[in-house]
């Protein structure tokens, strides 16, 4: 599992990845040589589980992760890139004209811990806010929100509501069945590479 805090060269690195990703999805270019980066930073081979945050004109424009560590840091940042760039259901793809506008956050998971609480106002005061993320599964429906949500939804309620919202769920429903899991990240944002 990757662990933080990532040194700022480090971070170049990640963000070379990410952007080489994005404008080889977007404008159908070559990318950077992986196998090359990776041999000469072979921490890009630990497993992790990341989160690429796209911006456009400071609005959400695309954002793909992974909850868990099921593939290597530079194949989860890569195919996360692309994802947010070509894959979010709530968004068109990133056209060549919208490049120039688009900024790039990374987020990389800690390890979720399942969280147990009984009702919904017993999670509001538990969570802490600017530090967790929480994932909810519940009625066969699931939605998580990374610790930067806490950044647009400061209030423990508003938060929680939102994200059941997001999950399809009526807020402050809760049910038998409610399972929750919280994570940390390391956030940076990708300067232009």
């Not at 040589?33 to 497993?47: A, N, V």
């Not at 793909?64 to 068109?92: C, M, Q, W, Y």
Request: charged share 20%; hydrophobic share 40%; net charge neutral.
């Amino acid at each position: 599992m990757t662990s933080g805090p990532w040194t700022p060269e480090q971070q170049r690195t990640m963000a070379r990845l990410v952007w080489s990703a994005l404008r080889q999805v977007v404008q159908g270019t070559a990318g950077l040589d992986q196998d090359k980066i990776i041999e000469d930073h072979p921490w890009l081979t630990q497993p992790a589980a990341t989160f690429v945050t796209l911006e456009q004109r400071g609005q959400l424009r695309g954002c793909i992760g992974n909850l868990e560590p099921l593939k290597t840091l530079a194949e989860s940042l890569n195919d996360n890139a692309v994802g947010a760039a070509s894959r979010d259901p709530r968004f068109a793809p990133v056209a060549v004209s919208d490049l120039a506008e688009i900024s790039i956050d990374i987020s990389i998971l800690s390890t979720m811990r399942p969280l147990e609480v009984a009702s919904w106002q017993a999670l509001c005061e538990r969570l802490v806010p600017g530090r967790d993320g929480l994932l909810v599964r519940m009625g066969g429906r699931s939605a998580t929100f990374l610790p930067a949500v806490w950044e647009d939804l400061p209030d423990p309620s508003a938060f929680l509501d939102h994200l059941w919202r997001k999950a399809g769920l009526a807020p402050r429903q809760w049910q038998p069945d409610t399972r929750l899991w919280t994570y940390r990240a390391d956030k940076f944002a990708a300067p232009r590479s």
